[in-house]
Nanobody, 128 residues
Framework: QVQLVESGGGSVQAGGSLRLSCVASLYKLPITYGRPCMGWFRQVPGKEREGVAL????????YYADSVKGRFSISQDYAKKTVYLQMNSLKPEDTAMYYCAAVLPYGASCANLEYNNWGHGTQVTVSS
């Protein structure tokens, strides 16, 4: 069973920084399954879930939502089976529940997949 466990959320003032972490058991699958696409998504009550940052753990290619480009950075530590989301220059509109997600790409682009493994989320609150 795939498990994704997020941590690192919290409350911060506007302009501050947070780093989210996601430990993924998906990394433990045999290499024949391919390396997963990992992503960070966020959602606020009453709004649709938004893809924030995606990462191909095999190629290192990244994708970012326009709203976070230049401020957020997704990265991985493969040895630790962990994906990070570094969030700088945080704004009140970044307040949301942040979810880590994963999917095996089977050759497809990480940006064109429906992510089917989800963590429970970690809350990020940015005050003005």
């Amino acid at each position: 069973q795939v498990q994704l466990v997020e941590s690192g959320g919290g409350s911060v003032q506007a302009g501050g920084s947070l780093r989210l972490s996601c430990v993924a058991s998906l990394y433990k699958l045999p290499i024949t399954y391919g390396r997963p696409c990992m992503g960070w998504f966020r959602q606020v009550p009453g709004k649709e879930r938004e893809g924030v940052a995606l990462l191909s753990t095999s190629t290192g290619r990244t994708y970012y939502a326009d709203s976070v480009k230049g401020r957020f950075s997704i990265s991985q530590d493969y040895a630790k089976k962990t994906v990070y989301l570094q969030m700088n220059s945080l704004k009140p509109e970044d307040t949301a529940m942040y979810y880590c997600a994963a999917v095996l790409p089977y050759g497809a682009s990480c940006a064109n997949l429906e992510y089917n493994n989800w963590g429970h989320g970690t809350q990020v609150t940015v005050s003005s």
